[in-house]
């Protein structure tokens, strides 16, 4: 299973940003798929997509369950990230594990109206470029843009472009 291809969901949990409580209904941890560029090794056989070892920075969708003044301050502000942060649990049937987020960035965006309709809580777009995304001790998504990081399931991927041309 790629989980970096799957889409994951967090419903109703309370949550630290800039270290200030809030109380989020959903945030989705979106598909996160590596760019890719063909190659052509000259034989005239064809293309294959290659992995540049590359990803555009996660845009990831969070709903509140109310309006926070911590959110709308810091809405595309400053040089210096804001900061997310979710330490808690899922259940799943009488399964516990622990879960643990944390994701630095910027907030894209924030609104209540989509295509003309009041929405009932209040939505933002927060810019990932730091992700760790961890269940019950497994690292499942660790992705920072300053220090070159991509692993998924434990395992780095940016460098798997470099070592196919190099084979």
């Not at 009932?120 to 760790?132: G, I, S, T, V, Y």
């Amino acid at each position: 299973m790629i989980l970096s291809r799957m889409a994951m969901t967090l419903r109703s949990f309370s949550a630290k940003f800039n270290n200030q409580p809030v109380q989020v209904s959903k945030l989705t941890i979106p598909a996160i798929t590596p760019q890719t560029e063909e190659y052509d090794s000259g034989t005239g056989l064809g293309t294959v997509p290659l992995d540049t070892g590359r990803i555009e920075p996660v845009e990831v969708p969070i709903v509140f369950k109310q309006y926070h003044k911590e959110v709308y301050r810091n809405l595309g502000v400053g040089l210096e990230y804001n900061r997310l942060k979710y330490n808690g649990v899922q259940q799943l049937h009488a399964a516990v594990s622990p879960v643990f987020l944390d994701m630095e960035g910027w907030i894209l965006g924030v609104g209540e109206e989509e295509w003309g309709e009041k929405l009932a809580e209040p939505q933002a777009k927060f810019r990932a470029m730091k992700l760790k995304f961890s269940i019950d001790g497994e690292e499942l998504i660790h992705i920072d843009y300053d220090l070159r990081i991509y692993k998924v399931g434990g395992v780095e991927k940016g460098m798997q472009a470099l070592v196919i041309l190099n084979a």
